[in-house]
């Protein structure tokens, strides 16, 4: 028998969805939807293109027969469009926390970087909002992310590197080479109204630590 996992179960155009099989009994094959993964625990990354609901199926096979299993994760279109006359390349946040490493920052942000049509092939479409214990703030965009899944069994956590723009460049002989930050934003399995980021961690573009514990939508209190 398997049973078959999808995390988030809830996500946004774009994300990565991890699908985890988990085998019982003496398989000796197992696929999801048609790939070739690991026994007794194998998975696979699917990155969302559209909206909708999909199902996924998993099947194993072994001396005694074969089995099947499946389950459907649901794709949305993301964060709500930041609110009409926002200008562009303005930085919204969307998650937040608070700092709890003791150091000069108060407080991090997920945030989105409003855009319109004429600037909808920007790239850069993420960044970390920053704000200092004196009321100062700072944005650092995200240039590049890359997941991974959690590789214990069992374990449905996805983990993000994400690569930081610092804001500043380190002068060669005859180019620049634009220096950045790695952060860390792990995200759970969902709870209730799907899987949201959870918590964060690295350094902010003047090089100060931070550590958020708990990521809660903007809005929601971070303290």
């Not at 988990?22 to 007794?40: E, F, K, M, R």
């Not at 700092?99 to 989105?112: D, E, M, P």
């Not at 909002?129 to 069992?154: C, F, H, V, W």
């Amino acid at each position: 028998t398997c049973t078959l996992y999808a995390s988030p179960q809830f996500a946004s155009v774009g994300e990565v969805v991890v699908l985890e099989l988990d085998t019982q009994g003496n398989a000796t094959s197992a696929t999801i939807d048609g790939t070739s993964v690991a026994i007794p625990v194998g998975k696979k990354m699917v990155t969302t293109a559209a909206a909708g609901s999909f199902q996924v199926n998993g099947v194993v096979s072994g001396q005694g027969g074969t089995n099947g299993c499946s389950v459907t994760y649901t794709v949305d279109n993301g964060p709500p469009p930041p609110p009409p006359g926002t200008p562009n390349f303005a930085v919204v946040s969307t998650y937040c926390g608070a700092n709890t490493l003791g150091t000069s920052v108060s407080k991090v942000c997920l945030a989105v970087v409003k855009k319109d049509a004429n600037t909808m092939d920007l790239r850069i479409t993420d960044a970390l909002l920053i704000t200092y214990n004196d009321g100062s703030m700072e944005a650092a965009p995200i240039i590049s992310r890359k997941t991974e899944p959690s590789s214990q069994p069992g374990d449905l956590r996805v983990i993000e590197d994400l690569t930081v723009y610092a804001n500043r460049q380190v002068s060669a002989d005859n180019y620049v080479v634009l220096d950045t930050n790695i952060a860390t934003l792990t995200k759970l399995p969902p709870l209730r109204d799907g899987a949201v980021p959870a918590s964060l961690q690295g350094k902010t573009p003047r090089g100060v630590a931070f550590t958020v514990d708990q990521l809660k939508p903007f809005g929601v209190s971070a303290r």
